[in-house]
């Protein structure tokens, strides 16, 4: 892998040099050009499935000849994931040239948001009870979050016996960044050139995720001594998990390549950055059980527990994160200093410290595998910019 590698450098520095013998420099006046490039634009790899509703149903009949039953059982999972993609973004650019050397900066921000919220309910048993109805249907619905299914509690206010479940999940995802560059033309004639681009990247990360569920189990005479008393209990199951990067910054290099026929210009260029700095972890799972001993005669409030259990994650830890970009634009010369068209841009961050995920994945008295996981994934970046606009003065 590394001689080839080292390979396809040869060939790109080969090439450099080849333009730089053929194509003559040339002066060209100072210019200053600024271009606005509102985009849509799509992320890839932020994981955004985040659970699952469940639906349980068990199924018996019997044989009308034979009297034996035959039971089957039937799982189905529907998934919940956030949509972090298809948002609106921004990027722009100012530069400023005179003969074959410039400055300029250029960036983009992108914040995608997502939230989904929902109610899953058990149904009423479509006959009875298994062994006593020789024909029936129980069902089982609820939530699976933190590779954990948990099943709906006991509540006697429902038809099914079952408590509703309730359900939000949330992800917000902020990225900015920019770049102080400096240009050097490197090989250019009349209608064309290519630049060598040098300086500064900035930028940070703030992924955070929230998920959610609750019930409530409510039990009628649940005790009988010395008085009949209902359990009513509001039972919580949260986690909060955020991966903040602060400010980072890094070098960056690059080459753009221009071209001019006519009224239509063509453009592009390739960045390869380093972004340096730290990410802060700041997660907990929580799960609370609000309970109440109510009189089941008069309503009477007996006793009232909160138990609350928390499984909190910090930590901190340095980061490098490379950084790849790529632009390709047309436009199309609509009067003397200004010039409109289309532009398609792709960014790739390489194995991103992403926002940690919490995992149970046996019962709750396990302590084997449960835990706050992390996680590293590429992100890329998408965009689409259908109007761009640039100005040359």
């Not at 260029?269 to 609000?290: K, P, S, T, W």
């Amino acid at each position: 892998m590394l001689t080839k590698n080292n390979n396809i450098m040869k060939k790109i520095i080969s090439f450099l040099f080849f333009v730089i013998w053929v194509f003559p420099t040339y002066a060209e006046e100072s210019v200053w050009i600024i271009s606005f490039e509102p985009m849509r634009m799509e992320m890839k790899g932020l994981d955004d499935h985040v659970g699952d509703v469940f639906t349980y149903k068990k199924v018996w009949k019997q044989d009308p000849v034979s009297g034996d039953i035959t039971t089957n059982y039937y799982v189905n999972y529907d998934p919940i994931n956030l949509n972090m993609d298809a948002k609106a973004c921004f990027r722009g650019e100012i530069n400023y040239r005179k003969n074959q050397w410039g400055i300029g900066f250029s960036g983009w921000f992108f914040n995608p948001y997502s939230k989904r919220e929902g109610r899953v309910v058990t149904l009423q048993p479509d006959v009875g009870n298994f062994g006593v109805d020789p024909n029936g249907a129980e069902y089982k619905n609820g939530v699976r979050m933190w590779d954990h299914t948990i099943e709906p509690a006991c509540n006697d206010l429902e038809p099914s016996k079952d408590s509703p479940v309730n359900y939000s999940v949330e992800g917000d995802f902020y990225i900015w960044t920019l770049e102080a560059f400096g240009i050097k033309t490197i090989s250019a004639k009349e209608n064309s050139y290519i630049d060598f681009k040098f300086g500064l990247k900035m930028g940070t990360l703030d992924h955070k995720q929230e998920l959610e569920q609750t019930q409530q189990e409510y039990r009628e005479n649940y005790y009988v001594w010395p008085s009949s008393m209902d359990l009513d209990k509001d039972i919580i199951y949260q986690s909060t998990s955020r991966a903040n990067y602060g400010f980072m910054a890094g070098p960056v290099i690059g080459f753009e390549v221009n071209t001019r026929y006519k009224k239509i210009k063509i453009s592009g260029f390739i960045n390869q950055a380093i972004l340096f700095g730290r990410v802060n972890y700041n997660c907990v799972f929580r799960n609370v059980e609000d309970t109440l001993y109510v009189d089941s005669n008069t309503g009477e409030i007996i006793d009232h527990d909160v138990n609350t259990f928390e499984f909190p994650f910090l930590k901190k830890e340095s980061v490098s994160i490379p950084v790849t970009e790529f632009q390709f634009k047309v436009t199309y010369k609509m009067m003397e200093n200004v010039f409109i068209g289309c532009a398609g841009f792709f960014s790739v961050w390489w194995n991103v410290p992403l926002a940690p995920k919490f995992s149970l994945p046996g019962d709750w008295y396990w302590a084997e595998g449960t835990g706050w996981k992390l996680r590293k994934d590429t992100l890329k970046f998408y965009g689409i910019t259908p109007l761009l606009i640039e100005i040359f003065y």
